[in-house]
């Protein structure tokens, strides 16, 4: 085992071992807790109305290509769809304010890239069948259970396991839509008052990997770098590493200088995975109290079908709430029958 343990966690784990998990979990422990939102200044604000309004206008058009938006080529603008005003919420506007130090024209581009970007790489739907890059077009990247979301950490984020080591694929896009699509799954998973997930990064030699090479190329690892930085800005909320071997540790020096700074210090190595999951949601292999084992046939269509579930639940509150632009994922992922957050009001 990867942490000492106590008699006491020792029974725990034997009690546990007889329940085996084959699925996520779909709601936080009680144990977590959603932080409290940090307080917006007058001039963040400020900055949050105009990018809001931006957004909001009649008529406003999307690029559907990266270099449709690049040459300004009006003829390939469309109007944002039903799916892309949802995507368009009060926390968006935040995240990419946060992420462009409040610069309202920085984030008003990068928001509109990412718009573009969506619609060019096929995740700009909010179901799973609507989109070109979906669970059935990215299934057998994850038969030997390489990313798999497993419960919440201790701020009620979702935890999003990347397991290197049990790498079944040689290096190709369809890696890379794995992991955007995983990406994707994880927000469908965060409770109300989240944005955020915690990835738990496991470099372990695995028996039920079949490729040799563990670590992706280096320009693979930055193209996803780049997905990460530029199309989900302020999405990380936490990540564990461990068990990283020197290859491990040569590839993260050279992708280094082009992880983000402040992505740099949500980085933790070699710590106890239980100093930051509950116990009770933590998978057993890292000091947790849950006996999972990964078996495709039962993992896969439940992960995917507990996330659809979650996304017709908030497509429904967003139909009900007026399908605007600038709603809360607060009040589109809660039960409360009134809007916390007036579209437009930070």
């Not at 917006?40 to 957004?55: D, G, I, R, S």
């Not at 990247?141 to 979702?158: A, F, H, M, Q, W």
Request: contains cysteine.
């Amino acid at each position: 085992m990867l942490f000492k343990k106590d008699k006491k966690d020792h029974k725990e784990h034997q009690e546990v071992n007889e329940n085996v998990t084959h699925i996520p979990f779909s709601e936080p422990t009680e144990e977590s807790k959603v932080p409290e939102e940090t307080k917006l200044t007058n001039h963040q604000k400020e900055c949050f109305t105009k990018v809001y309004e931006h957004f909001a206008q009649e008529g406003f058009l999307v690029a559907n290509s990266e270099d449709a938006l690049k040459h300004k080529d009006k003829t390939q603008f469309t109007p944002l769809t039903e799916d892309e005003k949802a995507w368009l919420t009060r926390e968006c506007f935040l995240r990419y304010l946060r992420a462009t130090k409040w610069k309202v024209e920085d984030a008003i581009a990068r928001i509109e890239g990412t718009l573009a970007w969506r619609r060019e790489f096929g995740v700009s739907h909010n179901f799973d069948a609507d989109n070109a890059v979906n669970g059935s077009l990215v299934s057998p990247e994850n038969e030997t259970g390489k990313e798999v979301i497993l419960g919440y950490d201790n701020d009620s984020r979702p935890c999003l396991y990347l397991k290197p080591g049990r790498q079944n694929t040689k290096t190709s896009q369809r890696q890379v839509q794995h992991m955007v699509y995983m990406l994707e799954k994880v927000i469908d998973y965060m409770p109300a008052g989240q944005d955020s997930l915690a990835l738990l990064i496991d470099f372990k030699a695995s028996p039920v990997g079949t490729q040799s090479n563990k670590i992706p190329p280096v320009s693979t690892g930055r193209q996803v770098l780049n997905i990460l930085q530029t199309h989900y800005p302020e999405r990380l909320g936490r990540a564990l590493l461990t068990n990283i071997p020197w290859l491990g540790w040569t590839f993260l020096k050279i992708i280094h200088p082009f992880i983000d700074p402040l992505t740099r210090e949500k980085l933790v190595f070699d710590q106890p995975f239980p100093n930051y999951v509950p116990k009770s949601q933590l998978d057993q292999d890292f000091g947790g109290m849950v006996n999972f084992e990964y078996e495709h046939e039962k993992y896969w269509p439940q992960m995917v079908s507990m996330a659809e579930e979650k996304k017709r639940k908030y497509v429904k509150r967003f139909e009900t709430f007026g399908s605007r632009v600038g709603l809360s994922e607060y009040d589109l992922r809660g039960d409360h029958e009134d809007l916390k957050y007036q579209p437009g009001v930070a």
